[in-house]
Structure formats: C-alpha cells, structure tokens
C-alpha cells in the first residue's frame, strides 16, 4: 500500500502485480533474492525493496508535485524517525493484540498499542503545524507510515469485539487526521476492504490458535 500510495501522490502511472505470498513467483523471487517479500519496485529495470526505502525512493526520483519528505533536515530526521518506530515497535504491539490467546498478553499489546497512539497524537500536533496532515498541507511520508495501518487498527478493532484504539476523546487530533488520510484520492483506492482483511487475518492465525 504505501509504495502504491506514494506513486498515486506524485501522479506516476504504474502496473500493480499482486503475489501470491504462498507460492512466490519467479520475479519477486529475482526482483528480492534476499527477503523474498514484497513489495518490490522495479525502475528502470532496477529492483528497489522494503516498503519506505520505497517512499523514499519516489520521492527523490519523481520530483514533480509536493515532496513526501519535509526540505528541513531535522524535521526529515523526525519524520524518519517516527516511520522506524511504527514499524519496529508499534505494529508488532498491534499484530500481538490480533493474535493474542491469554487476556494477560493481550492486555500487554493493547498497552503499548494505546501508548504508542497517544505519541502518534503528540507527533502530529508538533509536525502538523495545525495543517491537515503530518507532513503539512499534503500528505507525505510520515502520513503513509501510519496510515498504511489503518484498516488494521479497524479489523483488531473488530476482532476485540468493538473496542476502540481511535477514540476522538482520547486522540482527536490523530482520529481527525485519519478520516482526511483515507479520504484522499491517492489512498480510497489502495486501502483493502476491512472485511476482506479480517478474513486474511483470521486465517492467517488461525494455525497459531489451534496450537
């Protein structure tokens, strides 16, 4: 999503190949001999891989329309920073919570996920400069890092029986900027259906729950 994101914001037409990550096809496996995962740009007939590398990449190559990375060097760094951090430690909190078994580990990620949206609140009143998205006036590449996860927020949202992780009490500024992201004409497209996603997820670790 966030690769298709960032060519939708700099206007770039592209062919989409979806894979079947359970039976890998010959180009992925060429295209990224070493993680064997998507998502893979080929440019040029050059692979580039791992998905903000990606965002990065476009946005230096395709330097018509709004830049995905603010000009000012420690703001870039934050912004770089922060994408690191929804990677690294918020998302395997989230990915905890959906696969979860005992109410004591759920418990545990739902913390860590909850403390980390409150940061994700804090971040955006610093960046935003109350402007309507992370990055400014457009959307950029700490709004894909983010924003690329929220159809997941929405689908542990449902499988915690409707608890919510977005609350417009507790992190209105973050709840606000998640409706203008998924409304924008870049994302509506990419973004999966949330019911599609709940299936994928449930299968996905159905395996670990009979265990």
Request: include cysteine; proline fraction near 5%; hydrophobic fraction near 40%.
């Amino acid at each position: 999503m966030r690769a298709r994101m960032a060519l939708n914001l700099k206007s770039v037409d592209y062919e989409y190949v979806e894979e079947d990550l359970r039976n890998k096809g010959e180009l992925l496996l060429t295209s990224n001999p070493v993680y064997k995962m998507v998502p893979v740009l080929i440019h040029d007939d050059k692979s580039i891989c791992e998905s903000m590398i990606i965002v990065s990449y476009i946005d230096e190559v395709w330097t018509d329309g709004p830049s995905l990375l603010p000009s000012d060097p420690h703001e870039r760094a934050t912004a770089r920073f922060w994408a690191h951090y929804v990677d690294d430690k918020w998302l395997p909190a989230l990915i905890e919570m959906a696969k979860s078994q005992t109410d004591e580990t759920k418990a545990e990620a739902t913390e860590k996920v909850l403390e980390g949206l409150q940061l994700f609140e804090e971040t955006f009143e610093k960046c935003s400069k109350r402007k309507p998205f992370f990055n400014g006036e457009n959307i950029g590449y700490l709004d894909v890092a983010i924003g690329s996860y929220l159809v997941s927020i929405k689908v542990v949202e449902l499988m915690m029986g409707g608890f919510k992780l977005l609350d417009d009490d507790k992190t209105p500024l973050l709840a606000a900027w998640a409706e203008r992201f998924c409304a924008s004409e870049a994302v509506k497209g990419v973004m999966p259906e949330t019911e599609r996603l709940l299936e994928f997820v449930k299968e996905r670790f159905a395996p670990q729950a009979a265990q």
